[in-house]
């Protein structure tokens, strides 16, 4: 168990930022909100999966939408209390503790707002290792955890739950039209597991190793190491590309921001670009020629990340423009997502890419995710 400080969510919002491959929300304005709350003397606390009751309920909370839009379109500040009140209301039970939906960005913030405005702790885990764009890429459902009661909240604290839907592709849907008319932005809490259950299918430790990684790079900020180093000493992995961003397609459509960018090699990549494909999160990677795509060197579920060079600092999608010096980093996912039941959920065919073959990335004991 610990208590979250300001130091705290320095570092996790940069951890966090680089574990949600471009995705997951805009870390800065996730950090700027709880460390007004904690300004004001909310504490929330963390605690590890072994530390729950295996009859707890749980539930994970986290914002929906496209990234691009949520710059511009601010909370309220209380969208994650106003998510688990209204599960709460729906299932005539208390919530007793919070979970991530993704380690990834404002995403790995939220619960922590919502557990420092509820008084409920938060758990040290979450349901992906990274962050992915659609709700039904998530180890509780691939795991066999059902979807619903979720509850959908926006700014004007408008809330709808949705009591009962067929499987966690039905409700992406639903609730991405939903969040559409929500302005392309909304709070989402869902589903209501056990203790037990959380403890079976959460990718354990993502909220300790966020801030172990974003610790690194402020360490390395301050005694002007390289950044790749500082980073893959946390996770694991290898680097795939240093470069300058020379095009960058992106438009908001369907509740997502989608697109590609493209990075021109310096250094021992001069001569070579590299494309990378994205959904809300960084999705395939290839590398080669400068007149050509090239070769796939990364995919999903495997993280592709993409950093500054001189500052470690993430870079999420909706902040890619020309010109951006870029480190673009390959992280092992964890072991949940490479089963053969979470490749039909997280591999690349699942974004639309059937001729990409998912190649794991070589793991290193003790680093990373688990």
Not at 55 to 71: I, R
Not at 92 to 117: M, T, Y
Not at 225 to 250: C, H, I, N, Y
């Amino acid at each position: 168990m610990w208590q979250i400080t300001h130091d705290d969510v320095e570092s996790i919002a940069i951890g966090a930022g680089i574990l949600g491959t471009g995705g997951g929300g805009n870390p800065y304005l996730g950090k700027i909100h709880m460390q007004s709350l904690l300004a004001e003397g909310y504490i929330p606390t963390v605690i590890s999966l072994d530390e729950l009751s295996d009859t707890a309920l749980v539930a994970e909370v986290g914002t929906m939408g496209a990234p691009t839009v949520g710059l511009e379109k601010l909370p309220a500040g209380e969208e994650p209390k106003w998510a688990i009140e209204a599960l709460e209301a729906y299932v005539g039970k208390p919530i007793d503790a919070i979970i991530c939906a993704e380690i990834g960005g404002s995403n790995s913030i939220q619960p922590l707002v919502a557990g420092a405005l509820t008084g409920k702790p938060v758990i040290d885990a979450d349901g992906m290792g990274r962050a992915f764009p659609e709700l039904q890429m998530s180890t509780y459902y691939i795991g066999g955890v059902p979807c619903t009661p979720a509850a959908l909240v926006d700014e004007r604290n408008n809330r709808i739950v949705i009591g009962t839907i067929t499987d966690p592709y039905a409700l992406e849907r639903f609730a991405r039209d939903l969040c559409v008319l929500m302005g392309c932005r909304a709070e989402l809490a869902m589903p209501v597991m056990t203790g037990a259950q959380a403890k079976q299918l959460a990718v354990r430790g993502t909220l300790s190793l966020a801030r172990q990684l974003g610790a690194a790079v402020r360490q390395a900020r301050a005694v002007k190491t390289p950044m790749t180093a500082a980073v893959l000493g946390v996770t694991g992995g290898s680097e795939l590309f240093v470069g300058k961003l020379v095009d960058v397609q992106r438009r908001t459509t369907g509740g997502f921001a989608r697109g590609e960018l493209v990075a021109e090699g310096v250094d021992v990549y001069r001569g070579e670009r590299m494309h990378v494909a994205f959904q809300n999160e960084n999705l395939v990677a290839w590398r080669g020629a400068a007149e050509q795509r090239g070769a796939v060197v990364a995919c999903v579920p495997d993280l592709i990340c993409v950093i500054e060079t001189e500052t470690g600092e993430p870079i999420t999608t909706e902040q890619l423009r020309y010109g951006l010096r870029v480190t673009i980093l390959g992280i092992p996912c964890s072991d949940k997502l490479r089963t053969a039941a979470a490749l039909k959920v997280v591999g690349p065919g699942a974004f639309g890419y059937p001729d990409v073959t998912f190649t794991p990335m070589a793991k290193v004991a003790g680093l990373g995710l688990e």
